[in-house]
């Protein structure tokens, strides 16, 4: 959070959404339900300020962390 400052990047960052997400998934096996979803949610948010045109169904979610998007069909 300190390298992507909400002074500078008012919107979030996608690096730190990305990071924000995957603590959010290891932190069960730790049994910090409640503090993964806090990060899970903060991601998720953070990436709907980023990308608001963007469909967040949770295929598309998984394949954004992987960084690949599939394409959908026109």
């Known amino acids: ?3 992507y400052s909400k002074d ?3 919107q979030g960052h996608a690096d730190l959404a990305k990071c924000l997400g995957k603590i959010g998934v290891l932190l069960p096996a730790q049994g910090e339900l409640d503090e993964s979803q806090h990060y899970q949610e903060e991601g998720l948010a953070m990436n709907r300020k980023l990308y608001p045109s963007f469909d967040y169904f949770y295929p598309e979610v998984i394949a954004l962390y992987r960084n690949t998007v ?3 069909d026109v």
Do not use: E, F, Q
Request: glycine residues 0%.
């Open 8 to 10: 500078k990047y008012p």
């Open 70 to 72: 599939p394409k959908k």
């Open 1 to 3: 959070r300190s390298l």
